[in-house]
């Protein structure tokens, strides 16, 4: 018997249609198999779709299984925020706390605040898990070959380290925004690193940016996961804030944004902050704007 799967298509970080992430979202999945949620995400060939079931944990508004074209992840940032959005915009849910939606992931519970302003649902942020900096690659020489660029157009200062919120992600710092402009990613030597270290992906930034309100702009490389380039991603954001934290390169304690998608022709508009107790990492938050752009249906 044909099953009928019924999809939202929204823009994420972003409030311009055809700006930011793309992002589709089952909103009825539970009968669906993973195989079958696979397929459907490599249809509609997006960086990621989501499928929403019911949840398992009791605290949970409800589950979320994120893919891209190539696997399946177990934690994303513009699909959670894109998926709270339409939650509350289309009043899909009623969540169980106040100005918070609790989102059950493969790494667990994801909470994401929110306020209302009038008709409208804003200031949409959601909480990482705490950074875990993993394996600092002292070989700049071979990282700006990984990006087609020279060794010295790498900031001298700081580190290519593996920063973990959830996804691993190599972030290396660019020193002048003309060069993120011809970022070039060396796809034979980007998977000869992958055989030997696990990362999400490459997140390259530099504190040059096109707009004078944002703090960093950024591009996102991840081949393996059937995108060469994303548009905007949260989930390598809440690495960057904890990396400029952790290196003092921002305070980071008040609301920053970071810029992405530009070269690509979507620019993206991610909220990025950082609490902390002590001097140290209590939360790592990222968040943003999301439109609606559609709804259809596959028979599958």
């Known amino acids: 018997m044909q099953q009928k799967a019924t999809y939202y298509l929204l823009d994420v970080f972003t409030n311009q249609p055809f700006g930011g992430n793309p992002l589709a979202v089952f909103p009825n999945a539970d009968g669906f198999t993973g195989e079958q949620m696979q397929k459907l995400t490599k249809e509609l060939n997006l960086s990621e779709s989501v499928f929403l079931l019911k949840p398992t944990h009791p605290d949970a508004d409800l589950r979320m299984r994120i893919y891209t074209p190539g696997m399946e992840l177990p934690t994303a940032g513009h699909p959670t925020i894109g998926t709270a959005f339409l939650l509350l915009e289309e009043k899909l849910i009623v969540p169980k706390k106040t100005n918070q939606i609790t989102l059950e992931q493969s790494i667990g519970n994801i909470q994401v605040n929110f306020q209302k302003d009038h008709d409208s649902f804003v200031n949409i942020m959601m909480q990482q898990p705490l950074p875990k900096f993993e394996q600092t690659f002292k070989d700049k020489k071979l990282v700006a070959s990984l990006l087609s660029i020279e060794e010295n157009e790498i900031e001298r200062e700081f580190p290519c380290r593996i920063v973990n919120c959830g996804n691993p992600f190599l972030i290396i710092p660019v020193r002048q925004l003309r060069t993120m402009e011809r970022l070039k990613l060396n796809h034979d030597l980007f998977y000869q690193i992958l055989d030997e270290i696990k990362i999400t992906g490459i ?98």
């Open 203 to 300: 997140m390259a930034f530099s504190l040059e940016t096109t707009s004078a309100d944002t703090l960093t702009h950024s591009r996102m490389f991840a081949p393996h996961l059937g995108m060469i380039e994303d548009p905007a991603t949260g989930s390598a954001h809440g690495p960057l804030a904890a990396y400029l934290f952790n290196y003092q390169m921002a305070e980071m304690k008040q609301l920053v944004i970071g810029e992405q998608g530009i070269e690509m022709g979507r620019p993206a508009r991610i909220n990025m902050q950082i609490e902390q107790e002590g001097g140290k990492i209590s939360k790592v938050l990222i968040g943003g704007e999301s439109v609606i752009m559609g709804k259809g249906e596959i028979r599958i």
